[in-house]
């Protein structure tokens, strides 16, 4: 059975880029581009694995993690953020977040971090 990745960015190119590089990879793959619609994505789809932006349109993915994390239903979910922005993995790792991968991505650092964390997972 496909691995299931959801993956959480507003940049619709970035969106596009991770679906052909996850599909392509062996995973079924789920996007949205809103933050507030990550746990009606979750409970639609039951991802094994979040890759979740942290600079979303009028969210905070940091906090968006904190509640996958705080949550019984979702907190064993692995979530990988993403970033622009390099020098923000300790408030990442702050907000629960299980790994960081800073973009633009080497798309073998990324798919190794996403199988390493849905193997702790499981």
């Known amino acids: 059975m496909l691995k299931k990745v959801l993956a959480v960015d507003d940049d619709p190119y970035i969106l596009d880029a991770l679906v052909e590089l ?4 062996g995973y079924d793959v789920n996007t949205t581009p809103k933050g507030d619609e990550v746990f009606k994505k ?9 890759l979740l932006d942290i600079m ?8 968006i993690c904190r509640q996958i994390k705080s949550d019984k239903k979702t907190s064993q979910i692995p979530v990988i953020m993403i970033s622009a922005t390099p020098n923000l993995t300790q408030s990442v790792l702050e907000s629960g977040a299980n790994d960081f991968v800073a973009k633009p991505f080497d798309i073998f650092l990324l798919l190794d971090k996403i199988e390493k964390q849905i193997l702790k997972a499981s």
């Open 22 to 25: 996850l599909k392509y990879s």
């Open 42 to 50: 979750i409970d639609e789809f039951s991802p094994d694995i979040i």
């Open 56 to 63: 979303l349109s009028g969210l905070d993915g940091r906090e």
